[in-house]
């Protein structure tokens, strides 16, 4: 069974991408799981963690992207459509020799563009014209071949966000343990769970609240984190991961596209591999439990 999990929110910089290339590599790497990242995001944040700039460059000049799915739909009756899936489909990315399983479908600065054309599409109720079903419908047939499907969103809840959505049984939210960071979290749930209703489908869970970039003994993050764990006791929140992910250069740094030979290389020394390992152990679990 494929499950399928979005990360998302709506904070811009509160690690989404981060996370979700660390579990795509651990799960792969580590877990032995065949794992696909989806990237959503016209930053193209994921694609060049896992693919490289310049092997990103190509693929793109060759229209080999996510954009050119999207735009195929915008395109005039008679027009003939674009979109490869198996070209398109970078297969065994990640710059860690350990990692084999993991597979991208790469993202596009022209995805913004599309974005914005999307939206004009005239749609009904819960709509009706389904331009939210574009990415499901266009990729479904590969979704079989792999134990986790990981969508890495952009900071929105358009369009894009939406595909991603529609064929999510789940969804993860990052944050920073900041007030700012984890504001916007109780309009995700409503957001994501009106969504669920008006697909008529079945719901999309929260599997939970992953806290990334966590200082200790920042007041601030402390404070917060305290306040979060309330929400959660008092289930006006979903549960938190137990595995913290601290604030680290070496996470930073795994942004970059190097060559390494280990996961612990890639991720960091000082127990941020540690971290989110256990992260990756634990969102097996509650998949398997609750998707
Ligand atoms: N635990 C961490 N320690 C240090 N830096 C981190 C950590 N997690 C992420 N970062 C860095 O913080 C920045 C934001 O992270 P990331 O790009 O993953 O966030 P995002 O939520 O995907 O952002 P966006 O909303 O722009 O897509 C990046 O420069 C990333 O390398
Ligand atoms: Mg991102």
């Given at each position: 069974m494929t499950h399928v999990i979005s990360m998302i929110n709506l904070k811009g910089g509160v690690g989404k991408t981060t996370t979700t290339v660390a579990l795509a590599e651990i799960l792969a790497g580590e877990l032995n799981k065949r794992v696909l990242v989806i990237d959503l995001d016209p930053q193209t944040n994921a694609t060049t963690m896992l693919l490289g700039e310049k092997e990103w460059t190509t693929a793109n000049a060759a229209g080999l992207t996510l954009?050119?799915?999207?735009?195929?739909?915008?395109?005039?009756?008679?027009?003939?459509?674009?979109?490869?899936?198996?070209?398109?489909?970078?297969?065994?990315?990640?710059?860690?020799?350990?990692?084999?399983?993991l597979d991208l479908l790469p993202s596009s600065l022209d995805l913004i563009d599309v974005q914005d054309r999307l939206a004009a599409v005239p749609?009904?109720?819960?709509?009706?014209?389904?331009?939210?079903?574009?990415?499901?419908?266009?990729?479904?047939?590969?979704?079989?071949?792999?134990?986790?499907v990981l969508i890495d969103c952009p900071p929105n809840l358009g369009i894009i966000t939406l595909n991603g959505l529609r064929m999510s049984q789940g969804y993860v939210i990052p944050t920073k343990p900041d007030v700012l960071?984890?504001?916007?979290?109780?309009?995700?749930?409503?957001?994501?769970?009106?969504?669920?209703?008006?697909?008529?489908?079945?719901?999309?869970?929260?599997?939970?609240?992953?806290?990334?970039?966590y200082r200790a003994g920042t007041t601030v993050h402390e404070t917060t984190l305290r306040a979060l764990r309330l929400d959660v006791k008092a289930s006006k929140l979903p549960p938190l991961f137990d595995?913290?992910?601290?604030?680290g250069d070496a996470v930073a740094g795994a942004a970059e596209f190097t060559t390494a030979s280990t996961l612990r290389q890639r991720w960091g020394y000082k127990g941020h591999f540690d971290q989110l390992s256990a992260l990756a152990v634990e969102l097996d679990a509650r998949a398997k439990a609750q998707l």
């Open positions: 954009a050119t799915l999207f735009k195929d739909s915008l395109r005039p009756e008679g027009e003939a459509a674009e979109f490869n899936l198996e070209k398109t489909l970078q297969k065994q990315v990640s710059p860690v020799s350990a990692v084999k399983k749609s009904g109720r819960y709509y009706t014209d389904r331009p939210v079903d574009l990415l499901y419908k266009s990729t479904r047939k590969l979704l079989p071949d792999y134990d986790y960071s984890t504001y916007g979290i109780p309009q995700i749930l409503t957001r994501v769970s009106g969504f669920a209703e008006g697909l008529l489908d079945d719901d999309i869970v929260p599997l939970g609240i992953v806290i990334n970039m595995a913290i992910i601290p604030h």
